[in-house]
């Protein structure tokens, strides 16, 4: 990890820019861009899992704030399988107390381990299906019919869905939706967005790099220092 320009500076700090808990209380946004492209598949997940894990941490923190005064921080995971350990069971039961909302997306249900799957299914509240393959359709079916068939989910359209609520603590009868297509974004507004970002949270590279190096220098020893005797046998 620390052979990579990219995860040296992030992980080798000693003191984080930002507060995770307060990005929760204060509902700040926080985007993380953990492209394998950039990245590579074992610093994408070591980074995904370290963020997460603080975030589920500032999360259980907020056991000094009242239930009714904790606020809903939404956290948007986007390819789930990649960031998730075995305590994903104990992490869907308890970030629900703590106003933590959770929506996990994945491409096909092959992706999670047999045990993170029951503890997924087992826990989560509403559910949609876009388009999927057959062996999904054969286990989804089960969450939505008789409404919709097996059929249904195999053929449906483009930027449609189908979808389950829990709605207090009562689960809908399955529905069809039609989401919005992609826009085009500003990338002026984004750009802008981003700069303001670095200058109020972000640190010079250079400085970042020059301070991990001062740490990692290894000290020699004092002129006059006592050597330990030679043992026998050894030159």
């Known amino acids: 990890f620390l052979a990579n320009d990219i995860m040296r500076p992030i992980i080798c700090q000693q003191k984080s820019a930002f507060d995770f808990r307060k990005i929760?209380?204060?509902k700040k946004i926080l985007l993380v861009n953990l492209s394998k492209g950039k990245l590579g598949d074992v610093n994408s997940n070591l980074l995904g899992l370290i963020?997460?894990?603080k975030l589920l941490m500032a999360a259980l923190s907020r056991v000094d704030v009242p239930e009714e005064k904790r606020s809903d921080f939404y956290?948007?995971?986007?390819?789930f399988q990649s960031f998730t350990t075995e305590s994903i069971a104990t992490i869907l039961a308890e970030a629900r107390k703590y106003r933590l909302d959770l929506i996990i997306a994945h491409q096909f249900i092959g992706q999670l381990k047999e045990n993170?799957?029951?503890?997924?299914?087992?826990?989560?509240?509403?559910?949609m299906a876009f388009r999927v393959g057959a062996e999904d359709a054969e286990f989804l079916v089960k969450q939505f019919e008789p409404t919709f068939s097996e059929q249904d989910l195999l053929n449906i359209d483009n930027f449609n869905a189908?979808?389950?609520?829990?709605?207090?603590n009562q689960t809908s009868?399955?529905?069809?939706i039609q989401t919005s297509p992609p826009v085009e974004g500003n990338l002026e507004i984004a750009s802008k967005a981003k700069e303001f970002?670095?200058?109020?949270?972000g640190q010079d590279k250079a400085e970042v790099e020059k301070e991990i190096k001062e740490r990692s220098k290894t000290k020699t020893p004092t002129t006059g220092?006592?050597?330990?005797?030679?043992?026998?046998g050894f030159k």
């Open 24 to 26: 929760m209380d204060e």
């Open 51 to 53: 963020i997460v894990g």
């Open 75 to 79: 956290l948007y995971i986007d390819e």
């Open 116 to 127: 993170i799957k029951d503890a997924v299914f087992g826990n989560v509240g509403s559910m």
């Open 162 to 168: 189908y979808l389950k609520l829990l709605i207090h």
């Open 173 to 176: 009868r399955p529905f069809n």
């Open 197 to 201: 970002s670095r200058m109020k949270y």
């Open 225 to 232: 220092a006592t050597l330990p005797p030679e043992e026998p």
